[in-house]
Each structure stands twice: as structure tokens, then as C-alpha cells.
């Protein structure tokens, strides 16, 4: 079965530095990946994914992400950070259905 | 409507007595999805529907949980007498495309936040 790890429960970062939260996956087909983030008593919501082609997949809110066969793994990035990206974001890998990782919580300080 | 609607939002349920929640997903979304979020954790995968066929239980985690939808729209998770375990948000999703199209992302509805006390 399908599944994705997410090492760092927690990641800090300064308002306007470059961040990162690290996903790995294992699938025995085709990686389908994704991030969502989850604010506060709210639903998940849909990032971005990678489905084939280019290694470096864009998404919402300027975030991107670089998948990485080699290593399998799929790190969520962005450029110059912003408070208000404080949130839950979460690794998924779908097969049928879509499991998900335990999370990262991203603290952005001013 | 525009989005996956849960309802309730919040439901309070004194030990053993039966749940029922209710999903309304994005129109003409052929499949859906059914997660239980603990509090700071991830989504963990309890059931899934292509149209009316529920093609994967295995994430249910006991006989008292029970989902359907009978018409390949509407869909209601219920959880028979209820335990404080079982105190969690229920999350639903639905997405778009053929029968075991694995490419889309899910839409994720709000949730509805149990408490069993």
C-alpha cells in the first residue's frame, strides 16, 4: 500500500526566509503526490501535485515543490516565507483512494 | 453548490447513543472519500465510494461504523453507539473523473467535529 512520511512535526521560519517541509513516499506504481494545508477548524485545502512531467510542480499561494524519484521524495518550498502561511500542511500519496502524512506545523515569526 | 458541504458542523453525543453525518459533495463528483482526524494529526482513511459502490472499507475501525450512499451523491457516515474514541473530525471529500482515476485532487468539505463524552 501506499504511503508518505513526514519527518519534522514542526518547522519555524522567519518571515521573508526560504522555507521547507519534507515529504517521502513509497508506492509500488506510478507516484501521485500531493500537498494541502489546513488552517484552524478548517478543511483541508489542495496545494499543488505532481502527476508526471516536469520534476519542479507549481502551486497556490506561491508555493512549489520538487519531486525527486531518486530519493523519493516530494519537499514542499517557498522563496521568502509569510506569516500568514502559519498553518497544517500535509504530504498525500494517492493510489485509489489518498493516504496522508501526520503533518507539519509551519510557524512563520515576523 | 460550489463546495463539499458536512453537516453537523458539531455534534456532542452522550456515550452510546448513534450518530449520523451527513456529506453532500461537489455535483457530479463521482468519488468520495471519508478521513477521521484526530486532534493535530493527519487525515486517516476510513472508506471510499466510486458513484453508489463502496469500493474500500478497510479503514472503518470497528462494525460500528458504517457509511452509505444510496444514490451515488448524498453520503452519511454513521457510528453506532458511540464511544469516546470515536471523538474526532470527520472529514469528507469528493473528487472528480472516472472510476479509479488516481491523477485528482480531493475536495475537502469543512468537517464535522464529534464528542463522545
Known amino acids: 500500500a501506499q504511503s508518505v512520511a513526514q519527518p519534522e512535526d514542526q518547522v519555524n521560519v522567519a518571515e521573508g526566509n526560504p522555507l521547507t517541509v519534507k515529504c517521502t513516499y513509497s508506492?509500488?506504481?506510478?507516484?501521485?503526490l500531493f500537498w494541502y494545508v489546513q488552517y484552524p477548524n478548517r478543511g483541508l485545502q489542495f496545494l499543488l501535485k505532481?502527476?508526471?512531467?516536469?520534476?519542479l510542480v507549481k502551486g497556490s499561494y506561491g508555493f512549489e515543490a520538487e519531486f525527486n524519484k531518486s530519493q523519493t521524495s516530494f519537499h514542499l518550498k517557498k522563496p521568502s516565507a509569510l506569516v500568514s502561511d502559519s498553518a497544517l500542511y500535509f504530504c498525500a500519496v494517492r493510489d485509489d483512494d489518498m493516504r496522508f502524512g501526520a503533518g507539519t506545523r509551519l510557524t512563520v515569526k515576523p | 453548490g460550489a463546495g463539499v458541504s458536512q453537516s453537523p458542523r458539531y455534534k456532542v453525543a452522550k456515550r452510546g447513543q448513534d450518530v449520523a453525518l451527513r456529506c453532500d459533495p461537489i455535483?457530479?463528483?463521482?468519488?468520495l472519500f471519508w478521513y477521521q482526524q484526530a486532534l493535530g494529526q493527519g487525515p486517516e482513511f476510513l472508506t471510499y465510494f466510486q458513484n453508489e459502490a463502496q469500493l474500500d472499507k478497510s479503514g472503518l475501525p470497528s462494525d460500528r461504523f458504517f457509511a452509505e450512499r444510496p444514490e451515488g451523491s448524498v453520503s452519511t457516515l454513521k457510528i453506532q453507539r458511540t464511544q469516546q474514541e470515536d471523538s474526532a473530525v470527520y472529514l469528507c471529500?469528493?473528487?472528480?473523473?472516472?472510476?479509479?482515476?488516481?491523477?485528482?485532487?480531493?475536495?475537502f468539505g469543512e468537517g464535522s467535529r464529534l464528542t463522545v463524552l
Open positions: 471529500a469528493s473528487s472528480s473523473g472516472q472510476a479509479y482515476s488516481n491523477t485528482g485532487e480531493l475536495f
Open positions: 505532481y502527476i508526471t512531467g516536469d520534476n
Open positions: 455535483s457530479g463528483h463521482v468519488s
Open positions: 508506492v509500488s506504481g506510478n507516484p501521485y
